[in-house]
Structure formats: structure tokens, C-alpha cells
């Protein structure tokens, strides 16, 4: 069953490079990053592990914890984790989940749930659509889910590009523009009446009818 926003994620029980998890409690009352890749020792996944090493405090600062997945065996996690620093600089201190029984990749619907026995001689190619991003919430619902090719390296600057907005936006009664970054002016949501903005936000700009714009709110 396909997985949407809003939808409960769900929890799993299964052994990663720290040892072995029940997810929701693993991820706590915090903000969640899933992330999965096709292969471990496979070129663009070496360099985005890396790159989500480098950001991981970037992730902390935001209360949110990360995780990665793929089919391969923890053993594998571990050996990769050398060449992953050789070629960006950073080793992951994250967990990384060894999702063998392809149970995980299954549950989250990257795999179809028929598919029959391990990930013993799968190939990226067999699991070229376990390639995304889910971003989780305190509440344990998805907030966010993104899924790429495998021939293009993901930018988890967006990934914490949207983080921001998700939280910003679950305290506020703001939305986020196209492009938004950190600090820029918002979106006042239409369930906010022109008194209760300005009482909220002190002040708004209206560039169209149905598009108000304000500060930021702290």
C-alpha cells in the first residue's frame, strides 16, 4: 500500500550499525530522517552518505534524528563507512538499518510487496527504487517523501530547506513560498482573518487577493 502524507509510518524492528532499534521508539519525541539507498560501494551513494554525515549536526541543532537503510547486511555498513570518508571527508556517525528480509524496504513500499526471498545477489539495479527520503514527525506521521534515481545524487540542503518550513509551519499559521529559505518572509494561511494576522504578526503585505505575506515569526 503506498505510502502518503499524513499517513502513520510504520514501525519496524530491526537491527542497524548501533544495534538493533524498534523504530518509533528509536525515533522518540523528535522530528525523524529516513533516507535509503539502492547498494552499498556504489558510487553517488558513497557521496550522499557522506554529505548527510557533514550536515548531521546541522539535523541535531533541528531535533531531528537520521537513519539510512538498504538491503545490505550491517557488516557491509560498516566496511563502507572507510571508503565513504575517503571520498567526502566524513563518516557517518548515524545508524545505518541492514535491511536483509527486505522488510523495511517493503513496509515503506520502495519494494513491491510481492517480491520473494533476500537481498542476497540483488543487484542497484534490482533495488533502484529504494531511493527516498522520508521526513517524520514527532506524531510518527510522514511530513515528507521524496523519491529519486539512482543516477541522480540527492541535495540534502533541500532536505533541511524543507525540515524548516515543516516545523515552521506546524508552530505557526504560516505556509513557505517557493524557494523559501531560513528568515524570509512567509505565507499568511487563508484560515487567518486579516485582525487575527495583524495581531499575530503585527503586520502583513497582501500582493493579491488571496496572498498575504508577513515576517517570519520567531
Same mark, same amino acid.
Given at each position: 500500500?503506498?505510502? !502518503?502524507?499524513?499517513? %502513520?509510518?510504520?514501525?519496524?524492528?530491526?537491527?542497524?550499525?548501533?544495534?538493533? %532499534?524498534?523504530?518509533?521508539? =528509536?525515533?522518540?519525541?523528535?522530528?525523524?530522517?529516513?533516507?535509503?539507498?539502492?547498494?552499498? @560501494?556504489?558510487?553517488?551513494?558513497?557521496?550522499?552518505?557522506?554529505?548527510?554525515?557533514?550536515?548531521?549536526?546541522?539535523?541535531?541543532?533541528?531535533?531531528?534524528? *537520521?537513519?539510512? *537503510?538498504?538491503?545490505?547486511?550491517?557488516?557491509?555498513?560498516?566496511? =563502507?563507512?572507510?571508503?565513504?570518508?575517503?571520498?567526502?571527508?566524513?563518516?557517518?556517525?548515524?545508524?545505518? *538499518?541492514?535491511?536483509?528480509?527486505?522488510?523495511?524496504?517493503?513496509?515503506?513500499?520502495?519494494?513491491?510487496?510481492? /517480491?520473494?526471498?533476500?537481498? &542476497?545477489?540483488?543487484?542497484?539495479?534490482?533495488?533502484?527504487?529504494? !531511493?527516498?527520503? @522520508? *521526513?517524520?514527525?514527532?506524531?510518527?506521521? %510522514?511530513?515528507?517523501?521524496?523519491?529519486?534515481?539512482?543516477?541522480?545524487? !540527492?541535495?540534502?540542503? &533541500?532536505?533541511?530547506?524543507?525540515?524548516?518550513?515543516?516545523?515552521?509551519?506546524?508552530?505557526?499559521?504560516?505556509?513557505?513560498?517557493?524557494?523559501?529559505?531560513?528568515?524570509?518572509?512567509?505565507?499568511?494561511?487563508?484560515?487567518?482573518?486579516? &485582525?487575527?494576522?495583524?495581531?499575530?504578526?503585527?503586520?502583513?503585505?497582501? /500582493?493579491?487577493?488571496?496572498?498575504?505575506?508577513?515576517?517570519?515569526?520567531?
Amino acid at each position: 500500500m503506498a505510502l !502518503r502524507i499524513n499517513d %502513520i509510518a510504520p514501525d519496524f524492528e530491526a537491527d542497524t550499525t548501533e544495534g538493533p %532499534i524498534r523504530f518509533h521508539d =528509536w525515533i522518540g519525541d523528535g522530528y525523524a530522517v529516513l533516507f535509503s539507498h539502492p547498494k552499498n @560501494f556504489t558510487p553517488v551513494c558513497t557521496t550522499e552518505l557522506g554529505v548527510m554525515a557533514g550536515l548531521a549536526p546541522e539535523f541535531t541543532r533541528r531535533g531531528a534524528k *537520521i537513519i539510512g *537503510i538498504s538491503v545490505d547486511p550491517v557488516e557491509s555498513h560498516h566496511k =563502507w563507512k572507510g571508503d565513504i570518508k575517503v571520498a567526502t571527508g566524513f563518516e557517518p556517525a548515524y545508524p545505518l *538499518i541492514g535491511d536483509t528480509d527486505l522488510k523495511v524496504a517493503k513496509l515503506y513500499d520502495m519494494l513491491p510487496a510481492n /517480491v520473494e526471498g533476500t537481498s &542476497e545477489g540483488r543487484t542497484p539495479a534490482d533495488n533502484a527504487t529504494v !531511493r527516498t527520503v @522520508f *521526513i517524520i514527525g514527532p506524531d510518527k506521521r %510522514i511530513k515528507l517523501s521524496l523519491t529519486y534515481p539512482m543516477t541522480t545524487g !540527492r541535495n540534502f540542503d &533541500e532536505i533541511l530547506r524543507a525540515l524548516d518550513s515543516i516545523q515552521l509551519t506546524a508552530t505557526h499559521q504560516v505556509a513557505t513560498p517557493a524557494n523559501w529559505k531560513q528568515g524570509e518572509d512567509v505565507i499568511v494561511t487563508a484560515a487567518v482573518s486579516d &485582525e487575527d494576522a495583524t495581531t499575530r504578526f503585527g503586520s502583513f503585505e497582501r /500582493v493579491l487577493p488571496y496572498l498575504r505575506k508577513t515576517k517570519q515569526p520567531g
